[in-house]
């Protein structure tokens, strides 16, 4: 595992791919997808936020109605993206729909060479200090009744290690992520859960949102990443 830390980010490009690229968000009503789409927005790209029931317009953003679960329609929504963040999520969790839909992105993704992001889960992580286990069944991060959603999540990263399209990264959040404040200062690894100050394992979905638009600019070569906040 390696890890690094990254300064504040500003509202601007921070890397290899230049403002002006159109993003599509999938998933972008949601707690992640929303703050992705605004973080995108923000920074000057061209932000399809694709949902079954899209909010009203913010600038830069295009709001998009899809239903994820059909494939045509998604794939014709994602025409004409230069990158694809999947923030998708379901409650209850529904496992077979989230592989669906993520392999149904790789599908339409591999036509064009569009990057893809998803946006999963901390469970496909490592656990600390125990390399063999994996956090969705460590019981010390993972309690019985959020075992189905850390599952979805590694079949879901799964699904993606198995496709034969290769152009994507799977960020793993830490344990805990939350709407809170944009500080812009996290940490970044690979297949460990990180923990911050304190032995917390936390970051707002404000600061994920800037990791996500970061990893999007300034890909690294990691398939598989994960982030927490720097105080």
Do not use: K
Request: proline content about 7%.
């Amino acid at each position: 595992m390696t890890t690094t830390d990254r300064p504040t980010t500003d509202l601007t490009t921070t890397g290899t791919t230049a403002t002006g690229t159109t993003i599509a968000v999938l998933g972008a009503t949601g707690m992640v997808g929303s703050r992705v789409a605004a973080e995108a927005g923000a920074r000057g790209h061209r932000v399809r936020a694709l949902s079954r029931r899209p909010a009203a317009d913010e600038p830069g953003v295009t709001p998009v109605a899809v239903d994820a679960s059909d494939t045509d329609a998604l794939r014709a929504a994602l025409t004409g993206s230069d990158a694809v963040v999947v923030t998708v999520r379901t409650d209850p969790v529904d496992q077979d729909f989230l592989v669906g839909t993520t392999r149904a992105v790789l599908d339409a993704a591999a036509g064009a060479g569009t990057r893809v992001l998803v946006v999963g889960g901390a469970g496909v992580l490592r656990s600390p200090g125990t390399p063999g286990l994996l956090v969705a069944d460590d019981p010390a991060h993972v309690p019985a009744g959020v075992r189905p959603v850390a599952a979805a999540g590694v079949a879901q990263l799964a699904a993606c290690r198995a496709h034969p399209y290769r152009n994507w990264v799977y960020v793993a959040p830490p344990a805990l992520l939350e709407p809170g404040e944009r500080t812009g200062r996290y940490r970044r690894g690979t297949d460990t859960l990180l923990t911050a100050a304190g032995g917390r394992s936390w970051i707002s979905a404000e600061d994920l949102a800037v990791a996500v638009l970061d990893e999007l600019q300034d890909p690294g070569a990691e398939h598989l990443i994960t982030v927490v906040h720097r105080p």
